[in-house]
């Protein structure tokens, strides 16, 4: 199989279409049939199965997605290699994260580590939990950061810290004076701002509104993390976010917050991820390491 085929086959699994594959490659979906159709010859088996919303690999199909993409980091790799030989310290690092990491990545990471390199850019994405692993798994992105993330099979957290989940409220709120942490519940009747369904931080509230048989009430539903804050510092109501996202409004008395009692709130995490066993190019394993040291996201809370 030539490199050619493998890199037509592993866009084709990557997007599902082979349609949307070849406006990836821009390239004529008859030449990204034509290779896959070599490819299943020469194999002897169908690669791929039609499903109702797209493409799939088939078993057979899997194998030869994972040598495609283990030639790829390997190109990959080699390219990196051979630029450290001759000096160059350039390089690009894909990262996909949530919202809520934004500002200390910005702000704590990449900020001080672009002085550092120069040489080196990088390209950021938003997405929701399950498509930040979703991105890394695929090689659509180098690094993820995740809040309390489910295990995935191909990835591996390379950073993980305790990042308990707390009640985000105004100044003067009653509860703001204790000391104790609070469990959800005695917020249920309070307005509140929430992240949409999809979200890791909501779907962590609705697993103990279940457990414990009560509702917030939503007033504000938003996925913007600077909209919660504002929510909460104009005095309309409380949100639920990790202290990574509001250290600075913490830092300047703008809002207060108070640590959850619930089992499942306290004891979550930070996640930074890679795609488990692919040999990091230069650039990509060095802020690996930059931001393992200065996120506020990933300082393990005590």
Avoid: K
């Avoid at 010859?41 to 993409?69: K, S, Y």
Wanted: hydrophobic share 45%; proline share 7%.
């Amino acid at each position: 199989m030539n490199d050619r085929a493998l890199r037509y086959f592993l866009a084709v699994v990557r997007t599902g279409s082979v349609r949307r594959a070849a406006e990836v490659l821009n390239v004529a979906a008859s030449a990204v049939s034509r290779h896959i159709h070599e490819m299943e010859a020469e194999c002897g088996q169908p690669l791929l199965e039609r499903l109702p919303r797209g493409i799939a690999p088939t078993e057979a199909g899997r194998v030869v997605a994972e040598h495609a993409q283990r030639q790829a980091d390997e190109a990959a790799l080699l390219a990196d290699r051979l630029e450290r030989l001759r000096g160059v310290r350039q390089g690009t690092v894909r990262l996909c994260c949530g919202a809520g990491f934004l500002v200390d990545l910005l702000e704590n990471g990449l900020a001080s580590f672009a002085a550092a390199h120069p040489g080196i850019t990088y390209t950021v994405s938003l997405g929701t939990t399950a498509s930040i692993l979703g991105a890394v798994a695929l090689n659509e992105a180098d690094l993820g950061l995740a809040y309390n993330p489910p295990a995935h099979p191909d990835l591996h957290s390379v950073v993980v810290a305790r990042q308990p989940l707390l009640a985000v409220l105004p100044l003067g709120h009653p509860v703001a004076a204790g000391s104790q942490p609070i469990a959800l519940r005695a917020f249920a009747t309070e307005p509140a701002a929430l992240l949409p369904p999809d979200h890791g931080v909501r779907q962590l509230l609705g697993r103990v509104e279940a457990d414990g048989g009560f509702r917030l009430t939503p007033r504000l539903e938003t996925s913007s993390f600077e909209l919660q804050r504002r929510f909460v510092a104009v005095g309309m109501g409380v949100t639920f976010l990790p202290r990574f996202t509001i250290t600075a409004e913490l830092q300047a008395g703008l809002l207060a917050a108070q640590p959850l009692a619930d089992p499942i709130l306290s004891s979550a995490t930070a996640h930074l991820v890679v795609r488990t066993n692919r040999r990091l190019p230069e650039p990509v394993a060095r802020l690996t390491g930059w931001l393992a040291e200065r996120l506020v996201a990933f300082q393990t809370i005590p």
